[in-house]
């Protein structure tokens, strides 16, 4: 029974956070969203220390699968509010790596050569049939980093490839920078971590860029496992976002004088903290399960992952909209970051599930399953006299 | 990070479920169980429970063998809490002697003092009540009133403690007593072990909201004691209590979990039994949402449970971080509270026999009130998560 990490995992986090603060501070953050562009040396980066790539779900890597460690560098990431799609490349690696078709592309990706992102939700792209060969047309949406991107991973209906819509989806790879793709700016509110809309006219789909075979269910299976990690790690980014939210603010609470005395003597504010501090630590517990969950391929991994994403999300706002409370007026300017993470918390908990989602998923279990299931040890537990 | 339990551990649940099957009394939380009017046969029946515990092995789990314990470990204890809390099992009278007096003995009694007290008290043979608060002490715990004098080789206590759980079925009470006048309040406090049949001793039952009758006051008039029934040492009893306190924040989170889960399953299936506007209150999706809110939090008790019993394990002691888990849980729990009265809306008031939730989801609501004071309040929480775990200034 052990409920924490290891010395190895502890070192790996201290190393990153370190690698965030030098190279990712605040100057390099509002950078980024004065000019959008990826710089080359944040590539080099995350590629040289070999993060990319750290999730392994065949298991076959020394630590197991990467999830702990996966989990540990999410958090780094919304501490720091990096301006990277590293979500998208370690959750996108994950699936290409299960593909032996799929090795040149994935050591590109991990040695930095291109920069992978999703395209997490797909409006009406489909492929289609036609004498040349395969085309695509449509919209797909949520597509982080998009413009900065040489490659985009999209699930796609293939017309004819399966008997049900499901069963046509099919995961494929896009040439961002292809004449046939339109990349407009869908103006997220968060600009640490851009979103954008993709139009594809006419996009020739060649074979080599289907990741594991036409339909048959395997696209929604790798898109599905990619939705799962993706909604696991953004949740790991909430607490680690909200997390530095907390203790910014705290130290805040420490200098800032009011009446003649610190305003972290009064225990309006102390209450405030402490509140967030639970909340923190309480996503932060059941972002650590999930990840335990998934990768010791838990029966309950999915139920895991709805709980840890519904609660870091509702936790994230909340804290980090409460720091720019206990800034006051100051936390409300442009200047400070507070607005940094609280919009960064906004857009991490609308993206991969949205609240209201996660929870129905969790009233399925919950209510559906569990509770009408345990009927045989029901009448016991009617009415505990104690 | 490692979750699973061992084979062995395996092993021991499934003896420790069969053992619970077998022996929980007849009837037992099910609504044809009545307890007895007199409280004194509830006390009987409550101390039969605890003698059955430790029969069957399961006092003092993770105590050493030579007090009486089982010289198990932690993992054992929560695996009983576990199963002990699946199947709503009695909790005994002697709780405040398990939970807080004897690992308090454990770690300040002398040899003496734990060879006399823990076996007898695992045993079920002596129950002990826990006299801390006062009337003008709640919160403030340093300024108690209650005073001890050294009389030539005895201790004489006066004073007056409040809302003392079991005192009326209880055979000892430790105390805080003040012992010094002079110097800071914390400085001046002992803590003492005191027979309840003692000359000057009045306890007067207490009924709460929700007609338990498990308070007390008790009032020390002139109550002579062994100079020998001191732990920890005079003038050093504040120390030993937050030792005490630190358990009674700590440990139990897991059972505790369990417990809870049992009474959101109850929520969930009256739930499926209620329409409202039409709808069955199961399938809207509005009380949908505040069900799977509620269930996500009762999960993450169990995480914070899980790592407070890895730190206990890994580490041998529990931080200022236990407040935070009383404070998760306590909150939470008026939050199921106020959702089962939400839930059962026109229904709410009704309690009896024949009403749809029988009560039992009336008494989470009020229950939970007591919660979130007892065992430091949630502004004394959250104070202490403030000043000792985020360094704000005091």
Known sequence: MFFGFTDEEKMLRRSVREMFKARNTSEHVRAFMENVTISNDMKKLLAGQGLLGIIDLDGSGEDGKGMMNAILIAQEAGRHLLTYPLLEAMAGLAALKTCTQQTQLVSEVEDGKKVLTIAWVNVDAKARKTKDGYVLNGTLREVPFARGADIILANVRAAGMGFTPEEEETLIVLDAKSPNISIHNANSLDETYPLYEINLFNYPLRKEAVVKGFGMGTGHELMTKMRQIGALLVSAELVGCSERALYVTVEYTKQRKQFGVLIGSFQAVKHMAADMYLQVESGKAAVEYAAWALETNNEEADLAVSIAKSYASDAGIQVCGDAIQMHGGIGFTWENDMHLYFKRARRSAAVLGDVYSHREKIAKVAIDELACKSEVEARRVVHAPV | ?394
């Open chain 2, 1 to 394: 990070m490692d979750l699973s339990f061992s084979p062995q551990q395996e092993e021991y649940r499934q003896h420790v479920r069969e053992w619970l099957l077998d022996n929980i009394p007849e009837g037992w939380g099910t609504p044809e169980f009545n307890w007895p009017d007199d409280e004194a046969e509830r006390g009987k029946i409550l101390r039969e429970w605890d003698r059955k515990l430790y029969q069957g092995g399961f006092a003092g789990i993770s105590w050493p063998k030579q007090y009486g314990g089982q010289g198990l470990t932690h993992v054992e204890e929560i695996i009983f809490d576990e199963e002990a809390g699946k199947l709503n099992a009695p909790s005994g009278v002697n709780v405040l002697g398990k939970l807080l007096l004897g690992p308090t003995l454990l770690l300040f009694g002398t040899e003496e003092q734990k060879q006399r007290f823990l076996p007898p008290l695992l045993r079920g043979d002596e129950v002990w009540c826990q006299g801390f608060s006062e009337p003008n002490a709640g919160s403030d715990l340093a300024a108690i009133q209650t005073r001890a004098e050294l009389q030539g080789d005895r201790w004489m206590i006066n004073g007056q403690k409040v809302w003392t759980s079991f005192a009326h079925h209880a055979d000892w009470c430790f105390v805080l007593a003040r012992t010094d006048h002079e110097g800071p309040k914390h400085k001046g406090i002992t803590f003492f072990l005191v027979p309840m049949d003692t000359e000057g001793i009045t306890v007067r039952p207490l009924v709460q909201i929700n007609g338990n009758k498990d308070f007390n006051e008790v009032f020390f008039d002139n109550v002579y004691i062994q100079a020998e029934n001191v732990v920890g040492g005079v003038n050093n009893g504040w120390k030993v209590a937050m030792g005490t306190l630190g358990f009674e924040r700590g440990t139990l989170a897991l059972g505790r979990q369990v417990r809870f889960q049992n009474e959101f399953n109850n929520l969930a299936r009256i739930s499926s039994s209620l329409s409202k506007s039409g709808e069955t209150v199961s399938e809207s999706s509005y009380y949908r949402q505040k069900m799977a809110e509620l269930f996500a939090e009762i999960r993450i008790l169990r995480y914070h449970g899980l790592k407070t019993i890895s730190q206990l394990l890994n580490e041998g002691k529990l931080g200022p971080e236990a407040s935070l888990q009383k404070l998760f849980w306590s909150t939470m729990h008026v939050n199921m509270g106020k959702l089962g009265l939400e839930v059962l809306g026109e229904h709410a008031p009704y309690i009896g026999e024949e009403s749809i939730a029988r009560g039992a989801l009336q008494d989470i609501d009020l229950g939970s009130r007591g919660a979130i004071i007892y065992a430091g309040t949630t502004q004394i929480q959250k104070n202490i998560i403030a000043e000792r775990i985020l360094g704000m200034p005091k």
